[in-house]
């Protein structure tokens, strides 16, 4: 609890000072955790923080009506730290003020430049969970045919809801290719070559942006595994270009630059 | 009365797809209960409200509506003809089945004997054909969450409301009853046969759900507050997905969609969201509710007021589904409750 | 002169592949017309598709012609260092690279997506890499038609 309590008195003493005029954290909604908006230093009380707190908040950066409230300051785990990293490398943000927890730990308020220090200091080897990795080892081990069975099972369960964009910091396109309907390049239909369509669209936009952050798969409300894709993805990118993103807020795009000597082994 | 042990509902599902009944059960698939077609071996799960509804086995979520072929200059309509299985949903929410008789009021107006004053005339003859060929036996909540709300919204874990018959937990939760409420709910208990067997139980006490929000009250604040602020503070949270709208067994808002190749064309029904901005979008450019705010008023206002004014109910069975499923922490309950006691402080 | 001859196509029967080649204007694409003017020939199974640059091949043009039922994918264009527009070939590298194990991971392996750089003094290449694309994608057989890549028809 001793984090939730440095939490609330910085989150306090930002508001008090005018530093920040929304403080986004977690509160507690019965066994859940949602995000808290916090305007009024009084009200810092309900900021939680535990391993409950998984939601990626940076989302909420580019909503306009948390915008419209002015400069905010935000509780950052390293997966968020991470998330504000991309986004400042796009150009999303020029600035942040963030309220830095780690796994057990409280860091404090920093800036971005300070989040950047704070990453490349402590949590440089961030890594995917065993099981992820053991889950994709044992799709990788499968022929071409079973896996496309099984993503054919998975993606049949697909609504097409995109909780998986939305909870992406990393998909802010105001117009998403799915909603390009001049022409109609992604089935809107809830069904087949739509659903694949889209999940491959969907993980090959994160290629190099993705930071692992496992919003989207926490989002799904039907529990399709889309970090192993996330994670075949970025796998790739760090073999092929040594680039792990999320850590540099001046980082070029992975897929928009190139170097002369990549490699093209596979091309004739 | 009938009567089968509480581990056996798999074979009560064996006996009905003997019987030629497609039967739909929540089943558990890895983290999930998830409402499905079941297939022999697969364990029926009653522990959790699922997180999908049986809407998408009345009301499936791409449906073909139309189809063409194109041959040289010859541009021909084909005849569609609906999928509607003789279905068992066994096992479901009541929620789910009292949400079916919401959806009946949009779909198939006129039977649920409220009149549509602008002379809706409109049957939706996929979902009548479908909800002809489906018997709904849910079974009786006698377990609920912190998100279930059924009794805020006129419901009740034991409610009847769409159910052709009805399975109660027995006996301390050893066996289940299987009480038939009419003529689908009689035909299901014949052609379930020797499974079930003649015999008496107790039946065990359904959940207590708390009363979370005076649902009339949210109504009546809704007639009054199209504008009020309190809409962007209660929304700040909902990232703007179609979770909700998806999992609600209420929700029925669609899309159509032309889908075609050079020799042939469909046209879809698809499910659609008032949670995207793309809903309402213009081709101009406008969008009426440019902002998440005025989307979540459209959602709580199209379930607790819109629907009250035009069709005599709420559309909401309280199910609590969107509140597990929300990405953002979001819960229409909780929305509720704030309205509830904005209004309350108001009056004071 | 000579009458030159690449290898040439299968008699018509058994399985036809059909593959589609998305090339670049200035060079796979003036490659596969030398190929023609020098009589060249090469299996008919290609249906090719010119772009103005590798760089803009969007790799949902990739999913589309996997959508329509094509067994393989070519992807050609030119040799780095000889892009008409400087660059595009280099990001297009970087894109296919990812994108292939995007593929690969979710059932669409090597032998239905190929890639080269074909310049347009390269009419011989082209022919050759057509008629052993062809080959293997035959050896290959049909894309399965239950891929989840796949139009599947509408019930």
């Known amino acids: ?268 | 009365m009938k009567v089968l042990d509480a581990n056996k509902l798999s074979d009560l599902a064996a006996a009905l797809a003997a019987a030629g009944y497609r039967v739909v059960a929540p089943v558990r698939d890895g983290r999930e209960i998830r409402v499905q077609e079941w297939k022999p071996g697969a364990a029926i799960d009653t522990s959790a409200v699922p997180v999908n509804s049986i809407k998408e086995f009345l009301f499936p979520r791409c449906e073909v509506i139309a189809r063409y072929r194109l041959e040289g200059d010859d541009f021909s309509p084909e005849p569609v003809a609906t999928d509607a299985p003789k279905t068992a949903a066994l096992a479901v929410r009541p929620c789910d089945a009292a949400a079916m008789v919401i959806l009946d009021k949009v779909f198939n107006p006129g039977t649920a004997g409220v009149p549509w004053p602008d002379g809706w005339e409109y049957k939706d003859d996929a979902w009548n054909a479908r909800r002809e060929a489906t018997t709904i036996v849910p079974v009786v909540c006698t377990a609920a969450d912190q998100d279930c709300f059924c009794t805020s919204v006129g419901g009740a874990p034991d409610a009847t409301a769409g159910a052709d018959a009805v399975l109660r937990s027995a006996d301390g939760g050893r066996k289940f009853i299987l009480q038939p409420l009419g003529p689908k709910g009689q035909a299901l208990v014949a052609a379930a046969g020797a499974v079930l067997a003649e015999g008496d139980a107790k039946a065990d006490p359904p959940a207590q759900v708390p009363v979370r929000f005076d649902a009339k009250a949210v109504t009546e604040w809704c007639g009054g507050n199209f504008e009020s602020p309190l809409w962007r503070e209660v929304s700040l949270a909902c990232i703007g997905c179609g979770a909700c709208a998806y999992c609600c067994p209420t929700c029925h808002c669609f899309d159509i969609q032309d889908e075609a190749t050079r020799t042939e064309s469909v046209r879809l029904r698809n499910w659609d969201t008032c949670g995207l901005s793309l809903f309402t979008l213009h081709s101009s450019g406008h969008n009426p509710r440019p902002d998440q705010a005025s989307r979540w008023r459209q959602r709580v206002m199209h379930k607790f007021s819109y629907f009250v004014e035009k069709f005599g109910s709420l559309a909401c069975t309280g199910c609590g589904r969107c509140a597990r499923l929300c990405p953002g922490g979001m819960a229409i309950a909780q929305v509720c409750k704030e309205i509830d006691e904005a209004r309350k402080a108001a009056v004071k | 002169m000579a009458h030159t001859e690449s290898k040439t196509t299968e008699p018509a029967t058994g399985f036809q592949p059909r593959i589609v080649a998305y090339v670049c204007n200035w060079c796979t694409y003036a490659g596969a017309d030398l190929a023609g003017t020098s009589r060249l020939r090469y299996p008919p199974n290609v249906r090719i598709i010119k772009l103005p640059c590798t760089g803009r091949i969007d790799p949902l043009f990739i999913l589309k012609a996997f959508e329509g039922g094509a067994d393989a994918v070519l992807v050609s264009g030119c040799h780095p260092g000889d892009c008409h527009y400087t660059s595009g070939n280099y990001h297009a590298r970087r894109r296919w690279a990812l994108f292939r194990r995007l593929l690969e991971v979710t059932g669409i392996d090597e032998r239905r997506l190929y890639f080269s750089w074909v310049s347009a003094a390269e009419g011989r290449k082209f022919a050759d890499l057509i008629a052993d694309v062809t080959e293997k994608v035959r050896a290959a057989g049909p894309f399965e038609p239950a891929n989840p890549a796949r139009r599947q028809p509408w019930k």
Not at chain 1, 124 to 143: G, H, I, M, Q, V
Not at chain 1, 173 to 202: D, L
């Open chain 1, 1 to 268: 609890m001793e984090i939730a309590e440095a939490l609330r008195a910085d989150a306090a003493r930002l508001l008090a000072e005018g530093r920040a005029k929304l403080v986004i954290g977690y509160q507690a909604r019965g066994p859940h955790r949602a995000p808290a908006f916090i305007s009024d230093p009084a009200k810092v009380n309900v900021l939680v923080y535990d391993n409950l707190c998984k939601q990626n908040l940076a989302v909420y950066l580019r909503k306009p009506e948390v915008r419209l409230k002015g400069p905010v300051a935000i509780v950052a785990t390293p997966a968020v730290m991470r998330s504000l990293m991309v986004l400042a490398a796009e150009s999303q943000l020029t600035e942040a003020t963030v309220l830095a927890v780690g796994k057990d730990a409280y860091h404090g308020v920093l800036d971005l430049a300070g989040a950047a220090a704070l990453l490349k200091e402590k949590y440089a080897d961030l890594a995917p969970e065993p099981e992820l990795l053991e889950a994709l080892a044992k799709l990788n081990a499968l022929s071409p045919e079973a896996r496309a069975r099984f993503w054919t099972g998975q993606f049949a369960k697909c609504t097409r809801c995109y909780a998986c964009r939305a909870a992406c910091p990393g998909c802010y396109c105001q117009r998403c290719i799915v909603e390009k309907n001049v022409p109609q390049w992604v089935s809107a239909a809830a069904a087949q070559h739509g659903n694949y369509a889209w999940h491959v669209i969907r993980a090959f936009h994160q290629a190099g942006r993705c930071t692992l952050c496992g919003a989207c798969e926490a989002a799904c409300p039907q529990g399709i595994p889309l970090m192993l894709l996330n994670l075949a993805l970025s796998e790739e990118v760090a073999k092929r270009f040594g680039e792990k993103p999320g850590y540099d807020p001046a980082a070029k795009p992975v897929v928009g630059s190139w170097k002369p000597d990549d490699d093209q082994g596979f091309i004739r």
